[in-house]
């Protein structure tokens, strides 16, 4: 029994280990196996983006929508930067009194919301496009014109992050939906 416990020692101790061309092979299949896991999670990076960027929107459109309504009076929510044409620069909801589109000293800003992300792309296209790019309600909770708030406007705020893309309708009647043009190509090319 002695010799026999003696025996499995000396076996454990001589046992051999992983050579280095072992340990290398390793490495090069693990490297491989990260490095095609890599566009994957791009992919995953830029869809959460995505539906990060695209909930800050909606609950912007929703504020602009239900104070509208609490007020009695006309909201906007215009792009931040001075030409009022760069949505992914951020955006500002305002009372606009004067009906300048742009929010002046003296008017009260509800809501201000910084850059997004970077690669992330917000462009629109409403159906009184020439000017400054906004969005604005009526009392009535209605999509309307800045200058006029029983004049309709809709229209179609695109956002988008890498290959992935989300399209926000607003339609006449100031409701709001999102659909992939991707996975619902019928339902996003409908008119609102």
């Given at each position: 029994?002695?010799?026999l416990?003696?025996g499995?020692?000396q076996?454990?101790?001589n046992?051999?280990?992983?050579?280095?061309?072992?340990?290398?092979?390793?490495l090069?299949?693990?490297g491989?196996?990260?490095g095609?896991?890599?566009?994957?999670l791009q992919?995953m990076?830029?869809?959460?983006q995505?539906r990060?960027?695209?909930?800050?929107?909606l609950?912007?459109?929703?504020l602009?929508?239900?104070l509208?309504?609490a007020?009695?009076?006309?909201?906007?929510?215009?792009?931040?930067?001075p030409?009022?044409?760069a949505?992914?620069?951020?955006?500002t909801?305002?009372a606009?009194?004067?009906a300048?589109r742009r929010?002046?000293?003296?008017?009260?800003?509800i809501a201000?919301?910084?850059?997004?992300?970077?690669?992330?792309?917000?462009?629109?296209r409403f159906?009184s496009?020439?000017?400054?790019?906004?969005l604005?309600?009526?009392a009535?909770?209605?999509?309307?014109?800045?200058?006029?708030?029983q004049?309709?406007?809709w229209?179609t705020?695109?956002?988008?992050?890498g290959?992935h893309?989300?399209?926000?309708?607003i339609n006449m009647?100031?409701?709001?939906r999102?659909c992939?043009?991707i996975?619902?190509?019928?339902?996003?090319t409908?008119?609102d």
């Open positions: 029994m002695l010799a416990k003696a499995c020692r076996r454990g101790r046992r051999p280990g992983h050579t280095l061309i072992e340990m290398m092979v390793a090069v299949v693990a491989v196996l990260a095609s896991a890599v566009p994957s992919g990076l830029q869809k959460q995505l990060a960027a695209l909930n800050d929107v609950g912007a459109i929703a602009t929508r239900s509208a309504i007020r009695g009076g006309v909201v906007l929510m215009v792009p931040s930067d030409a009022g044409a949505w992914a620069q951020g955006w909801v305002f606009d009194r004067n300048n929010p002046d000293p003296g008017e009260e800003r201000i919301q910084q850059p997004l992300g970077d690669g992330i792309r917000l462009a629109s159906t496009g020439t000017g400054a790019q906004y604005a309600y009526n009535a909770g209605r999509s309307c014109q800045a200058g006029n708030s004049a309709a406007r229209g705020l695109t956002l988008e992050a290959e893309r989300r399209l926000i309708k009647l100031g409701r709001v999102v992939d043009p996975a619902q190509p019928d339902i996003c409908s008119a």
